[in-house]
């Protein structure tokens, strides 16, 4: 009986909480969508499926290529947020970008959509770079464009800071993931945080490092990552060539919909 109680003791107190963080954070964190793997995406303008390999050579990635009607300057390869996959990308972000004359690239992480394997940290950004460098083989780095979105802007900072692409897109970045879980749990102590958390995405760390122009696009009403974690970031790139722009009357839904956003992409799709 005294063990009964004091399980139940600690199940009401910080350390019991502290444990459940640890065993769901995938599921707080990233809101995995699966898709079956017989799933039909409803894109009605052409695409081809792929399934690529990731950076283990094993595990199977699910991944979509638009290729422009127009003449082709380049390639867009965009990064998704958490708590979405490849069938929940709105059709006229593609749209879009293939009427400016780049191809659309984008795939599933791990665990995601129809891609297979079990997600962690250096699987991202080790599959991130994999699917880089194998559209630098195909279209040359200075073709390729990183657009990454949410959580995808830390995967997308961190490719570019280690390659040279030809322009870095964000589109709703946060400061690092480990300052966005203290900013979600802002009672816990930050060693506490540090020491739970499998996923700390430095995007701080590593924009620093980035040389290419980098555009950020944030909006000014979302309450799901707080623009002043895109300021904070803003002010870390040391890149020469670096704009911000605030959305007006924006929360984080994607930014294709918003009437700046063709705009935005003039300025980005030369």
């Known amino acids: 009986m005294k063990k009964i109680l004091l399980a139940l003791a600690l199940c009401s107190g910080p350390i019991c909480y502290i444990g459940y963080l640890h065993q769901n954070q995938e599921?707080?964190?990233?809101?995995?969508?699966k898709l079956h793997k017989d799933h039909?995406?409803?894109?009605?303008?052409?695409?081809?499926?792929?399934?690529?390999?990731?950076?283990?050579?094993?595990?199977?990635?699910?991944?979509?290529?638009?290729?422009?009607?127009?003449?082709?300057?380049?390639?867009?390869?965009?990064?998704?947020?958490?708590?979405?996959?490849?069938?929940?990308?709105?059709?006229?972000?593609p749209e879009k970008i293939l009427e400016k004359g780049y191809d659309f690239f984008t795939y599933d992480y791990r665990g995601f959509g129809k891609s297979g394997g079990k997600i962690t940290e250096q699987d991202l950004l080790n599959d991130s770079l994999a699917v880089y460098r194998s559209l630098v083989e195909q279209y040359g780095e200075k073709n390729v464009i990183l657009y990454g979105r949410s959580l995808g802007t830390s995967l997308a900072t961190f490719i570019a800071s280690q390659n040279t692409p030809r322009h870095l897109l964000l589109e709703a970045p946060f400061y690092s993931m480990l300052d966005m879980a203290m900013l979600d749990q802002p009672y816990l102590p930050q060693t506490a945080v540090e020491s739970i958390l499998a996923f700390h995405l430095r995007t701080d760390l590593w924009i620093p490092s980035v040389k290419t122009p980098i555009t950020f696009a944030h909006g000014d009403k979302d309450d799901w990552v707080p623009v002043n974690e895109a300021n904070r970031l803003f002010e870390k790139a040391?890149?020469?060539?670096?704009?911000?722009?605030?959305?007006?009357?924006?929360g984080h839904d994607h930014f294709c919909d918003h009437p700046d956003y063709d705009v935005l992409l003039d300025k980005v799709l030369i």
């Open 27 to 33: 599921k707080f964190i990233f809101e995995i969508r």
């Open 40 to 93: 039909k995406f409803a894109f009605t303008i052409p695409f081809e499926e792929l399934t690529i390999q990731a950076s283990d050579f094993e595990t199977p990635l699910s991944a979509i290529h638009f290729k422009t009607p127009h003449t082709r300057k380049g390639v867009v390869l965009f990064l998704h947020g958490s708590g979405t996959n490849i069938d929940e990308i709105p059709q006229s972000l």
């Open 238 to 250: 040391q890149t020469q060539n670096k704009e911000f722009n605030l959305f007006k009357d924006w």
